[in-house]
């Protein structure tokens, strides 16, 4: 679809929504486009009344009591339960209990009417409002407006509608509690219709176990109930309890009618349970008809797959029989691909059932065959099966070669990979075209749409570059959504901005839609964020995303830690970000929320030091540490012997000192340590004493030199003459290490002309301070640096 089409759409959505449509890139646009359409007042937005007439768009009733089922009246109930939402969180004014009950009433009847089950976005907002009604004493009371028995049995009938969707739906069950709380505190308020409701939702909701007993303890509900307690149990694997039900239902009812048969045999096929499915299938019915044929289809599907074609032969004669009936041929079809796979007798045969049956057949019967096909890894009937359809008019699909796409990559057959991944891209444009148009029928007529459609579509749009749909489609239906849903379309953004293959740029536009939609992000959340930008060599945006967490009030979860801000001075370190350094520095220093540790000092050394002020990193930052409460941890004097190893002419001698430091406290000298003392010698120019040190390794700490050792001491010595000696002893004192050294690859800095060898370096400064709390005196620091020769003077 052309870029003019999706303007075009969003303002005929305005148009039709009553709304005023501003682009974001109008330079008089009004102060209120810039704010976050999700955090925009209603009460700024234009009003056309004189068009609300011609185009039908009549504000909706103040009450909704006995309204129709429309979109508009839907989202007015909705907008009542939100603005509760909006007004508890910023501790203003709640809309009054009169409207929230008639919203609350008109949500429930038009869902049940419909028989529409509830989506986990409006359980939620349905959740929080009867938990502030329940406390204001305005369910089941005398007050007027409260809600009555005959609301709660509407709430609970509604709650008990199936929901194939899910599996267990916990929100549900939260929400028949809180009825449940209210019917119990007033006596007389329970009736078998709501203890059945009850029921249902207990077997739908994980607790088919409890809801079992519930049916022992009474005998007195109807079989729709049993059965529903049955499908529980199955969802559940209770298969003794299943079982020892179904006899009681057998005993108390007789044989199961089709209907009950089908739903038990499908539930057993959706758990991929084929002998269980088989055994409940053989029961006896009290029906002459014998199964539904959408129950015999389904176990036939189920038989082939599971390789079982003689229980499969029997069922396919049951639906030949039936082949004038819905959902039979394609079942058929894969019968006989499965059982008679020649390309000739499987034409006639799909021929004869096309021309036998008076049902639709599409390119998606013959896609199952193909999957089939391929699963049983056999291309060549998959081949023929796509020959075939193409006989019969089907044009091959996007799921014809994206399954085909799948088995080659399983194949390692690249070549044929690329074919079929040529052949899919051909279908993306018109797909998504399909699913705009689609997505925009939905949006116009205020149909649901569950978190997880939200996430898809996110997906596309931000893959497809098209943010500003997903701003739209985000707009007002983010504030719907319980956090639990939220998150899961949040992932979304995160895992497209921390994606290394998208352009930071859009990267960052993503994550601007991703900090207003959802504020209640943690900063462990953003961090990753945060990282991604650093990694693409984007500081700017990175500390602009730190920028956004310090802003954030004191207790909220956006608020960064002392972990966070050495996180982000590791980022900067990693840049080289000379400007990030003074901005975040100045952000700690005037952050009251946060104390300075020795691990935000260690991460600020590490910047000091890729920004060329090893100096500051020492004097400002070490000997802070040193004289600190909290004392060093092992990777602070890591960190300081890496300054020295870029602080002319001072650096050989303060690496002195912090050597003989530890060795006064007994600290072990482990090889990186060593390998860094290795390394401030040979920064220092210090040829003779690293070859010393690398001679006299294995007596020093008991490890050997290794080709890390050898890469430290080529890289941190300066001048491209000096690392040419640096070789040339090398070759001769460690010719194996050398040439362990050149297979890590190595790296020309074109400004300064010199060779660099491709090994880590980095410090983890993620370890805890060498003493416990209490422990460290600072007075032993003091102690030791009085016994130790000044720093000299340099003139």
Not at 331 to 351: F, G, K, M
Not at 355 to 371: G, R, W
Not at 781 to 795: C, H
């Amino acid at each position: 679809m052309p870029k003019s089409s999706h303007l075009t759409r969003a303002v005929f959505r305005a148009f039709l929504a009553n709304r005023p449509y501003v682009s974001n890139k109008c330079l008089r646009r009004p102060v209120v486009a810039t704010l976050p359409a999700w955090q925009r007042n209603l009460n700024h937005q234009q009003t056309r009344p004189f068009l609300d007439a011609i185009l039908g768009t009549d504000k909706p009733p103040k009450t909704l009591e006995g309204a129709r089922p429309t979109p508009k009246n839907f989202e007015a109930a909705i907008g009542k339960l939100v603005d509760l939402l909006r007004a508890r969180k910023s501790r203003s004014r709640t809309p009054s209990h009169e409207e929230l009950v008639d919203a609350l009433k008109f949500l429930f009847t038009a869902r049940y009417e419909s028989r529409h089950a509830l989506t986990r976005n409006e359980v939620f907002l349905a959740t929080e409002t009867f938990r502030h009604l329940q406390e204001r004493d305005l369910v089941l009371s005398e007050h007027a407006g409260s809600m009555t028995d005959g609301d709660l049995l509407t709430i609970l009938d509604t709650l008990a509608l199936p929901t194939p969707k899910d599996r267990f739906r916990s929100d549900t069950r939260s929400l028949a509690e809180l009825v449940r709380s209210s019917q119990a505190r007033h006596p007389g308020t329970t009736s078998a219709e709501s203890e059945q409701a009850y029921i249902t939702i207990l077997a739908s909701t994980g607790s088919a176990v409890e809801a079992k007993d519930e049916l022992a303890s009474h005998h007195v509900y109807p079989r729709a109930v049993w059965v529903q307690v049955l499908k529980g149990l199955v969802q559940e694997a209770k298969d003794t309890d299943f079982w020892r039900l179904l006899k009681e239902y057998q005993a108390k009812f007789g044989d199961l009618d089709p209907y009950a048969h089908e739903e038990l045999v499908l539930a057993f096929i959706r758990a991929d349970r084929v002998f269980d499915a088989q055994r409940i299938y053989t029961q006896p019915l009290n029906s002459s008809s014998g199964p539904t044929t959408s129950c015999v289809s389904k176990m036939l599907e189920m038989s082939i797959r599971a390789g079982k074609m003689s229980a499969a032969e029997s069922l396919a004669r049951t639906l030949t029989s039936r082949i004038r009936e819905d959902d039979v041929v394609a079942s058929l079809i894969l019968y006989h691909a499965a059982r008679d796979p020649r390309l000739e007798n499987l034409r006639q045969t799909v021929h004869g059932l096309l021309q036998s049956s008076n049902t639709e057949v599409s390119m998606t019967t013959f896609n199952d065959v193909i999957e089939y096909a391929l699963r049983r890894n056999n291309p060549v009937l998959a081949h023929a099966v796509q020959e075939l359809a193409l006989s019969e008019g089907f044009q091959p699909d996007g799921k014809t070669y994206a399954l085909q796409l799948q088995f080659a990559i399983d194949q390692r057959d690249f070549s044929r990979a690329k074919q079929m991944y040529i052949a899919l891209l051909a279908f993306a444009r018109a797909e998504y075209d399909v699913m705009m148009r689609a997505t925009d029928t939905l949006l116009e007529r205020g149909a649901d749409i569950d978190c997880e459609a939200i996430a898809g579509l996110c997906h596309v749009f931000l893959h497809r570059g098209e943010i500003d749909e997903a701003v739209g489609l985000l707009r007002h239906r983010i504030d719907f959504f319980p956090l639990t849903d939220r998150a899961r379309v949040a992932v979304v953004f995160r895992d497209f901005i921390v994606d290394p293959s998208v352009n930071p740029q859009r990267a960052f536009n993503a994550y601007e839609l991703f900090r207003h939609a959802f504020p209640e992000t943690s900063a462990a959340h953003r961090l990753p964020l945060m990282q991604a930008f650093f990694d693409r060599r984007r500081p700017d945006m990175a500390t602009q995303i730190f920028s956004h967490m310090r802003q954030a009030d004191p207790g909220e979860p956006a608020r960064p830690n002392a972990d966070a801000y050495a996180k982000c001075f590791e980022g900067i370190a990693q840049c080289r970000d000379v400007d990030g350094l003074q901005t975040v520095f100045n952000m700690l220093k005037l952050d009251l929320q946060v104390e300075l540790s020795t691990k935000i000092r260690n991460g600020i050394m590490l910047a000091n030091i890729a920004c060329q002020t090893p100096w500051q990193a020492i004097i400002d930052h070490f000997y802070k540490i040193m004289d600190s409460r909290e004392g060093p941890s092992y990777s602070t004097f890591e960190v300081a012997m890496r300054a020295c190893e870029t602080w002319p002419p001072y650096g050989n001698f303060e690496a002195r000192k912090i050597i003989a430091v530890m060795q006064s406290w007994n600290l072990e000298i482990t090889k990186p340590m060593y390998d860094n003392y290795i390394g401030v010698m040979a920064g220092q120019c210090e040829f003779e004493d690293a070859v010393e040190l690398i001679e006299n390794m294995q007596r020093d700490i008991g490890e050997a030199p290794d080709a890390f050792t050898i890469g430290t001491f080529y890289n941190a010595i300066p001048w491209q003459f000096r690392k040419d000696a640096v070789e040339n002893w090398a070759k001769q004192a460690y010719p194996e290490l050398w040439e362990e050294l050149v297979g890590y690859g190595e790296e020309i800095d074109e400004e300064w002309e010199v060779r660099y060898f491709k090994i880590d370096r980095s410090i983890d400064i993620d370890d805890p301070p060498l003493f416990a709390e209490g422990e460290w005196k600072p007075e032993l620091q003091r102690q030791m640096q009085s016994q130790i020769e000044p720093l000299p003077m340099v003139t």
